[in-house]
């Protein structure tokens, strides 16, 4: 709904009007068969422009429904481990989590502590804390290692 008195019209082939009255603007759009089209409202005078409103509504879902296909939805994938990880295991995680890094997705580091491991608590920091520093060139932390109940939790994103 147009409420100003006076707006700027573009017409159907890209030509500018100027500023014409409403009226005008709309006797111009019903010669050409086409609906009056209010495209930026917050201008001063309102821009309108001449054109089949079917088509722009088509075009305008056109480029939402791309929009929404090109972009990227960032998953979190967990990786779990325990706080005495040997070595190659803990590579092998590792990899796994460089994968994720570089495809966009958030990394939630899992250690899970089990009987008597909840005593050595530092154990699990030190892994998350090994996996944090050799993933600084990628990855930042988002979430710094916290205990919750019986496991120890730190998230990673891509830089």
């Not at 030509?15 to 005008?24: A, I, R, S």
């Not at 111009?28 to 821009?47: F, H, Q, T, W």
């Not at 899992?110 to 699990?124: K, P, S, V, Y």
């Not at 060139?137 to 109940?149: D, F, I, L, N």
Request: with cysteine; net charge positive.
């Amino acid at each position: 709904m147009i409420t100003a008195s006076e707006v700027r019209l573009i017409g159907a082939e890209g030509e500018n009007h100027g500023v014409v009255t409403k009226p005008q603007a709309i006797e111009i759009a019903r010669d050409s068969g086409l609906d009056l089209v209010e495209i930026s409202p917050n201008a001063e005078p309102p821009v309108c422009k001449v054109l089949d409103f079917g088509k722009f509504k088509y075009e305008q879902q056109k480029k939402a429904n791309m929009a929404r296909k090109n972009q990227k939805t960032q998953d979190v994938k967990e990786i779990k481990m325990r706080p005495g990880i040997d070595v190659h295991d803990y590579d092998t995680k590792l990899k796994k989590v460089n994968q994720f890094i570089e495809n966009g997705d958030k990394v939630k580091m899992t250690i899970r502590f089990r009987g008597r491991e909840m005593a050595h608590q530092q154990l699990g920091m030190e892994v998350l804390n090994r996996v944090a520093e050799q993933m600084k060139e990628t990855a930042k932390v988002e979430a710094w290692p916290k205990m919750e109940g019986r496991q120890m939790i730190m998230v990673i994103s891509p830089k």
